[in-house]
């Protein structure tokens, strides 16, 4: 019991960390040994069981990162950009695996992710669901074999409460249309129509993003040209298929030298 990796979840009264939260405490191959909240919130002391509406689990919710992180092997990380930032610094200190699943990081954010990724094993990706990964590198493939005579429009939706647009997943599917075509996704994105926008520009790859009500999360990727559209779509509808792809995530971390990953190095699924 004691040999398997001690887990910790950040953010564990949000949408993703109760969920992983139930996730690791009823798996067999890790153990639950920590949650955390930020400071002053109304979790902090509580038996994160209780805090969730159930039996106390033996876990008490903590507003302390360094001293959290320190006794763990992983921790799993669905919160904000700045605190996604200093638990990867924390991870690094201790020379455990960040899962980080957290969307909305800005330039500033991800080069100060790659300096702790020098000492700690750090999985990031947008989506960390097996169906997302897999409509990544159909997206890449179907670029790859369509020219410019198809736009490409990559459409999501979430919930009413989502702060940052477009979706981490929409960003990835939109890198992976522009990886198959050999443009850069920077100099191509078309991110917000509004007005006389004017004719679309052949090649750019557009994103719309839709809000509203408890949406989990879709995403569809358009290729369309005169005559036909191709639709490659996925739904979630559970959030357990995202915090699950995030502790295997931080089971596969176990043991691997320090550096930066994502979820296709997870599933196996990077082609060469
Ligand atoms: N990669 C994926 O598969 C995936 C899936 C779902 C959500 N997400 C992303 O995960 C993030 C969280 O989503 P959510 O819907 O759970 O949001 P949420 O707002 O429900 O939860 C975020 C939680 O983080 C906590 N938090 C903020 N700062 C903190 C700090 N310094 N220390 C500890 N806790 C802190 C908040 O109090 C809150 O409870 C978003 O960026 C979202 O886009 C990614
Ligand atoms: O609920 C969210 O927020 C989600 N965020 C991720 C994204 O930005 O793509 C994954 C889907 C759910």
Redesign the pocket.
Known sequence: MTDLPGIVV????????RMLTEIVTASERARLVGV????G?AWIGQDVGEAMGGAPIGVIVS?D?LEQISQAQAILD??????TV??AALAAQARCVHV?????LSEEDLSKINAAGRHATIIR?????LG?NLLVQLTKKVAEALDEDYDIEVIEAH?N????AP???ALMLGQAAADGRGVSLEQNADRGRDGITGARTRGHIGFTAIRGGDIV?EHDVMFATAGERIVLSHIASD?AV?AR??LKAALWGQGRKPGEYDMLDVLGLKEN
């Open positions: 950040t953010g564990a009264s949000g949408r993703m960390g955390l909240e930020r400071p919130h507003d990162p669905f919160t904000a950009p700045a605190a200093e638990f980080i699943g957290t969307t909305g990706a947008g989506n960390m669901s997302v919930h409460q989502k702060v940052d979706s981490g997943t999360g959030r995202f792809g995030a």
